[in-house]
Nanobody, 116 residues
Framework: VQLQASGGGLVQAGGSLRLSCAASGRIVGINVMGWYRQAPGKEREFVAR???????NYADSVKGRFTISRDDAKNTAYLQMNNLKPEDTAVYYC???????????WGQGTQVTVSS
């Protein structure tokens, strides 16, 4: 599975961005898509995931501000980020999993910078 992430950029605090993650290749069976992020000097951390059937869960730090969604017709997952804060600044990575076949794929990352 190949993942192409896009949509990052520079935004002021309180602003919004929408990240996209387009999947290609062996996408049959992908049942989990998610987003992680890594800030400078910190470990990569979970942000949000969506499971086939529409179940979603979020890190506590983004609940109520971020929304993950998935368009199966386009093989694309989205992360709508509202009310961004400087602490959201990080490289955001897209992730796709086929938990039955134990496939775990990562995109190349997209930079999100939130200025105060």
């Amino acid at each position: 599975v190949q993942l192409q992430a896009s949509g990052g950029g520079l935004v002021q605090a309180g602003g919004s961005l929408r990240l996209s993650c387009a999947a290609s290749g062996r996408i049959v069976g992908i049942n989990v898509m998610g987003w992680y992020r890594q800030a400078p000097g910190k470990e990569r951390e979970f942000v949000a995931r969506i499971i086939s059937g529409g179940y979603t869960n979020y890190a506590d730090s983004v609940k109520g501000r971020f929304t993950i969604s998935r368009d199966d017709a386009k093989n694309t997952a989205y992360l709508q980020m509202n009310n961004l804060k400087p602490e959201d600044t990080a490289v955001y990575y897209c992730n796709a999993q086929n938990t039955f076949a134990r496939i775990n794929s990562w995109g190349q990352g997209t930079q999100v910078t939130v200025s105060s």
